[in-house]
């Protein structure tokens, strides 16, 4: 596990390759910040934070590193309706992807 360099963000492994990001904001209830990172097909070794807490590194035993850029996460968590939008071209129907949103 790995703490953020805001002190408020905690990294922790599972050994099913995922890595959960936390809130740890209150110590006592701490929150998962979202889904499971997913990216490695084995057990998640190690995982360290870059000095400006805008990126994570993990590695695993499947021999991979992966560099994850948590402002882009920050996005697509805030604004994942409207990322689906412009990948399917408002595809997904005028109930999900009506005129009045914009598109990133």
């Given at each position: 596990?790995?703490?953020?360099?805001?002190?408020?963000?905690?990294?922790?492994?599972?050994?099913?390759?995922?890595?959960?990001?936390?809130?740890?904001?209150?110590?006592?209830?701490?929150?998962?910040?979202?889904?499971?990172?997913?990216?490695?097909?084995?057990?998640v070794t190690a995982v360290a934070f870059a000095l400006d807490?805008?990126?994570?590194?993990?590695?695993?035993?499947?021999?991979?590193?992966?560099?994850?850029?948590?402002?882009?996460?920050?996005?697509?968590?805030?604004?994942a309706l409207e990322r689906a939008c412009a990948i399917t071209?408002g595809g997904l129907g005028q109930a999900e992807c009506g005129?009045?949103?914009?598109?990133?």
């Open positions: 596990m790995a703490f953020a360099p805001d002190g408020h963000t905690l990294a922790t492994t599972h050994i099913h390759g995922t890595v959960l990001l936390w809130d740890v904001s209150d110590p006592a209830a701490p929150q998962p910040l979202d889904a499971p990172l997913t990216g490695h097909t084995d057990v807490g805008q990126t994570l590194a993990t590695a695993s035993t499947d021999g991979t590193a992966i560099l994850w850029d948590l402002i882009g996460l920050e996005w697509l968590r805030a604004y071209s005129p009045a949103t914009s598109r990133g």
